[in-house]
């Protein structure tokens, strides 16, 4: 990345405006109905599309506080993806258009590129988590390998750089955690398995993606057109993170919130091109090592409240730069029935 791209692309420019309060503030009597209601009820109006977001806010807000139902069980809460022949990825056809769409806030064709060639992959039945990991998830997994001998056996665990000064953000508790690396959440995955007794893992790219635009491989995971008040990226004017499940007009076609938006995620895979395409050097690979090779990173999907909406989109391969721009999470999956998962669904 050159300073003078750097000082003149929209992406990446780290500040971005100062979000208005008056828009994310509820009305008194809001304020008054939404205190009245039990934390279950909070749930529902957190993910109610009904609901205007300054409403949807501030119900998540105060599950933070008094605890969150949908994120405090047992188990992480699951949606269903039956397997099959997919097909993801972008057709070479769709590279300019896309390129040429998001050209305004400084989108480049290589980026793109990487989504390329479109292809099929068999997929085996799954279930991904119906939310990304929360600060206070990711809190339990540092409390206990810190009392445990399971971090001994591990990489150390550093606190999520979006945790100011290493503090645990109780009013955030719903959020979703950001600033991992990407061992840290191989690492959970690991230790929740190991606790539950259950297979978790992390989605594969494929799985992600296909769990994100359905059967119809939709360009956003609410349908074809970019919409910002479906998700948390920049243009929704809210410039942090949210509880959740707050942009319920997001949810994919399979129940699944925040695949668009909030905080970008981790996968299992490392970059690598798509079979009949080039490998893409772009500002994720940008030295070499030493050996001649290129560098590897982790793949992340999503987009982030701190991105414009072109990484929202449900192709979009992406990783995480080192820089404020790039809090990155992660969700979970797994190939095994989760013990709570209806039959039915």
């Known amino acids: ?151 001994d056996r591990l990489d150390r665990h550093d606190r999520p750089t979006t945790w100011y000064l290493g503090a645990y953000p109780y009013d ?49 995971p609410w349908g074809d057109a970019f919409d910002p008040a479906a998700a948390n990226t920049r243009e929704a004017g809210v410039h942090t993170t949210t509880p959740v499940g707050a942009f319920p007009a997001g949810r994919s076609p399979f129940g699944v919130f925040d695949l668009g938006g909030n905080v970008e995620e981790f996968v299992a895979d490392t970059y690598r091109p798509y079979r009949g395409g080039r490998f893409v050097a772009d500002d994720l690979a940008v030295a070499p090592l030493p050996d001649g090779t290129a560098r590897e990173y982790r793949v992340a999907r999503g987009g982030s409240f701190s991105r414009f909406g072109d990484l929202a989109r449900t192709r979009r391969r992406h990783g995480a730069f080192p820089s404020p721009l790039y809090p990155v999470g992660f969700r979970l999956a797994t190939g095994t029935r989760p013990p709570h998962q209806p039959k039915e669904q």
Do not use: C
């Not at 039990?38 to 605890?67: D, H, I, K, Q, Y």
């Open 1 to 151: 990345m050159t300073a003078p791209r750097a000082a003149t692309a929209p992406h990446f420019r780290e500040q971005a405006a100062l979000a208005d309060p008056r828009a994310l503030r509820p009305r008194p009597e809001d304020a008054a109905r939404i205190a009245a209601l039990t934390p279950a009820e909070l749930a529902v109006t957190v993910e109610n599309p009904a609901e205007p977001l300054a409403v949807r806010l501030a119900a998540g807000g105060l599950l933070a506080l008094v605890g969150d139902p949908r994120t405090e069980g047992a188990l992480p809460v699951t949606r269903a993806v039956p397997g099959g022949t997919v097909r993801i990825g972008l057709e070479p056809g769709h590279l300019d258009a896309v390129t040429d769409a998001w050209a305004r806030v400084g989108v480049e064709r290589e980026w793109i590129e990487k989504e390329t060639p479109a292809h099929t992959v068999e997929l085996a039945d799954y279930w991904i988590g119906a939310y990304p990991v929360t600060n206070a998830e990711y809190r339990a997994f540092l409390a206990a390998t810190d009392r445990l001998s399971f971090r």
């Open 172 to 220: 955030r508790a719903n959020h979703p955690v950001a600033g991992v690396r990407p061992e840290d959440a191989d690492a959970y995955v690991s230790w929740l398995s190991e606790r539950t007794g259950h297979p978790w893992r992390l989605p594969g790219e494929a799985e992600w993606e296909y769990a994100a635009g359905g059967p119809l491989g939709l360009e956003f």
